[in-house]
């Protein structure tokens, strides 16, 4: 199964602790001037970021990820002594049309609940379209973010999972705490500071989604596809003055603060995200949930080192 994969590598405490303090030195980073920071400094800190050119700004807060990422790959092929292989999925080889499938996915589901919400009310969503500036958006896209997606889904549903779960015997903790150390990570976002805490609900619940969708399916290729729609629609669909990506998308709400908070908040949790687990598991045949969510992980029983 997808933990054990970990076993194939040097797994010393030592390895896994400056690795990760290394490779989430920007979410740590983020995390303790979100705590020490006064409410005014933040608020000052958003209204600079708005001030950079939305591309730019994109462009800014999108390459770190790609060094980090090269810095997690090196240390878990040098260090650890994996293979990226074993660090994205339990099978022989990483498998791209499960990525394909989990995009379209969210990608489609979040078109039509857009286009639902527009038709019902488009009264706080305005035509926001720049052909030149979108076009310079669509690039640094679809270059971009998959390095941005790929530290997050390779730190946290990848690395993470696999060694707390090597460490911990279990397969519930490192889901569980993984997902809250994703919602962390986010608690900088300027939509902590417009919406309030309840917001961290829905990242935490993302976390979960990402890590059921890794253990069941054995692999991180539906986790990968998802967050790479979710990412490339959020940036490219619709913005507004209180999110964390400020590009040039096609629409704008021109709300000065989320409408209906607890809706647009837990409606994905307890609606959307449970119906796409539906598909997925039909589509790939998920059974033994209750082994493949809650179960032991224990050494094969040819435990070696790649």
Known sequence: MYIEQAYKGKREIWMFIVTTLLVSGIFIINFIAYLFMSKEDMERSYEAMKSIPGNMSLIINLLPFLILLGLLFVFVKF????????LTT?????DWKRVAFSFVLITSITLITFGLSYYNDASQIMWNFNATKFAILVIISVLLFPFQIGLEEYLFRGYLMQHIGVLLKNRWMPLVITSLLFGIAHSANPEVAEIGPLIMVFYIGTGLLLGIMTLMDNGLELALGFHLGNNILAATLITS?????QTDSLF??????????PTEVIA???IVYPIILFIMAKTYGWSNWKTKLFGPVAPPKNDFID
């Open 252 to 261: 704008k709400y021109t709300s000065e603060q989320v409408v209906n908070v």
């Open 79 to 86: 260090i650890h002594g994996r293979s990226i292989l074993s």
């Open 268 to 270: 994905p949790i307890v």
């Open 241 to 245: 003055e209180w999110s964390s990506l």
């Open 90 to 94: 339990a099978r022989k080889q990483i």
